[in-house]
């Protein structure tokens, strides 16, 4: 199944500053900074995939489940499967 939600640039340019985050933090320990510091950035890279995954969540379900749904077309299979990812989202 593909991507739903229609702007992948969005989405690129969001894993494109995740991205840096993480190579900022890798430089970070490469150069012993601080660990409040680096703990920050962490919390910041966690904070930002969190929000890219409830993007593409949100996408999926308005769009792949919503048309599921109105055609039957393994909307309870898709329904657990969103389950199945919203429980690994809040852990």
Do not use: P, W, Y
């Not at 894993?15 to 920050?40: F, P, S, T, Y």
């Not at 910041?44 to 919503?66: T, W």
Request: hydrophobic share 45%; with cysteine.
């Amino acid at each position: 199944m593909a991507l739903c939600g229609d702007d992948h640039g969005k989405v690129i340019a969001r894993i494109n500053r995740i991205e840096g985050q993480v190579r900022g933090l890798k430089k970070m320990v490469a150069e012993d900074r601080d660990c409040l510091q680096v703990l920050k950035q962490i919390a910041a890279a966690s904070g930002a995939m969190r929000s890219l995954g409830g993007v593409i969540l949100e996408d999926h379900l308005k769009g792949c489940v919503a048309t599921a749904i109105q055609e039957q077309d393994h909307a309870a299979e898709l329904i657990t499967e969103v389950i199945d990812i919203f429980n690994k989202f809040s852990k």
